[in-house]
């Protein structure tokens, strides 16, 4: 390169860095200004931070409503059943049992059997009058016609019932299979007992009273059959005929 080349470009140079150092700057950061760097991997943390704190907000949330469900099947567990039969199964007990307070002649009661068994149903007496022992056989007759009655008034009694007791024992299992928690599930099945032994209690009653009118005339064929022993034997010792004066017409 000549000289005249070279200072051809110095001079070019400094025109150049004269011209740059005497125009504006075109954008000048402010000196507060704060530089914002991007991460990838702390962002990353932050995503994961953030979606572990989610994660633990619903599992509370899920455990809270499973507590509360939990409470509610407890209030279920706990609620009493919304009907009772016991009203119901009482009256039909006190039915029953009035029928049988209105027994004939001879009640259920242990000291009344054994006066009427003394007075009317021991031995056959061998003295008295044929009046003393008609009115023994009668008595007999009317505590065995009464008897037969009482029965059939029981059975009559506990039929009645049974309607009664079907529409109870259908509302129960109505109501066992709709529970809604465990207590009225026991509460309809103790009553679904309840009416069970009610109506075990009407066939006993039934039976009592059917045994006891056998019973009586079962009594009183016996007691019969010993008075006409007793009445044959005190005829045959009777004495033979006895002659005597018979006066057939009037002197006048």
Same mark, same amino acid.
């Given at each position: 390169?000549?000289?005249?080349?070279?200072?051809?470009?110095?001079?070019?140079? =400094?025109?150049?860095?004269?011209?740059?150092?005497?125009?504006?700057?075109?954008?000048?950061?402010? %000196?507060? %200004?704060?530089?914002?760097?991007?991460?990838?991997?702390?962002?990353?943390?932050? &995503?994961?931070?953030?979606?572990?704190?989610?994660?633990?907000?619903?599992?509370?949330?899920?455990?809270?409503?499973?507590?509360?469900?939990?409470? &509610?099947?407890?209030?279920?567990?706990?609620?009493?059943?919304?009907?009772?039969?016991?009203?119901?199964?009482?009256?039909?007990?006190?039915?029953?049992?009035? $029928?049988?307070?209105?027994?004939?002649?001879?009640?259920? +009661?242990?000291?009344?059997?054994?006066?009427?068994?003394?007075?009317?149903?021991? %031995?056959?007496?061998?003295?008295?009058? +044929?009046?003393? $022992?008609?009115?023994?056989?009668?008595?007999?007759?009317?505590?065995?016609?009464?008897?037969?009655?009482?029965?059939?008034?029981?059975?009559?009694?506990?039929?009645?019932?049974?309607?009664? +007791?079907?529409?109870?024992?259908?509302?129960?299992?109505?109501?066992?299979?709709?529970?809604?928690? %465990?207590?009225?599930?026991?509460?309809?099945?103790?009553?679904? $007992?309840?009416?069970?032994?009610?109506?075990?209690?009407?066939? &006993?009653?039934?039976?009592? &009273?059917?045994?006891?009118?056998? =019973?009586?005339?079962?009594?009183?064929?016996?007691?019969?059959?010993?008075?006409?022993?007793?009445?044959?034997?005190?005829?045959?010792?009777?004495?033979?005929?006895?002659?005597?004066?018979?006066?057939?017409?009037?002197?006048?």
């Amino acid at each position: 390169m000549t000289a005249r080349q070279i200072s051809r470009a110095a001079l070019m140079a =400094a025109t150049a860095l004269s011209i740059g150092l005497s125009l504006p700057p075109l954008w000048t950061a402010p %000196a507060s %200004a704060q530089v914002i760097v991007y991460d990838p991997s702390n962002f990353s943390q932050n &995503v994961l931070t953030a979606a572990r704190e989610l994660q633990q907000i619903n599992n509370q949330i899920q455990m809270l409503t499973n507590q509360s469900q939990s409470l &509610v099947n407890q209030a279920k567990n706990l609620a009493s059943l919304p009907m009772s039969t016991l009203a119901q199964l009482q009256s039909t007990i006190a039915r029953t049992q009035s $029928l049988l307070t209105q027994a004939q002649n001879i009640s259920f +009661n242990v000291q009344q059997i054994q006066t009427a068994y003394s007075s009317n149903y021991g %031995a056959a007496p061998t003295t008295g009058s +044929n009046a003393t $022992l008609f009115a023994a056989a009668q008595a007999r007759w009317q505590n065995s016609v009464g008897a037969f009655e009482d029965s059939l008034k029981v059975q009559a009694g506990v039929v009645g019932n049974i309607p009664t +007791n079907a529409g109870a024992m259908t509302s129960l299992v109505t109501a066992s299979q709709s529970a809604s928690g %465990a207590l009225q599930a026991a509460q309809a099945g103790n009553q679904l $007992l309840a009416l069970q032994s009610q109506q075990l209690s009407d066939l &006993v009653a039934v039976l009592a &009273v059917k045994g006891r009118s056998d =019973a009586l005339e079962q009594a009183r064929v016996t007691a019969t059959e010993s008075q006409g022993a007793q009445q044959y034997k005190i005829f045959a010792t009777r004495g033979g005929y006895q002659p005597g004066n018979v006066t057939m017409f009037s002197s006048n």
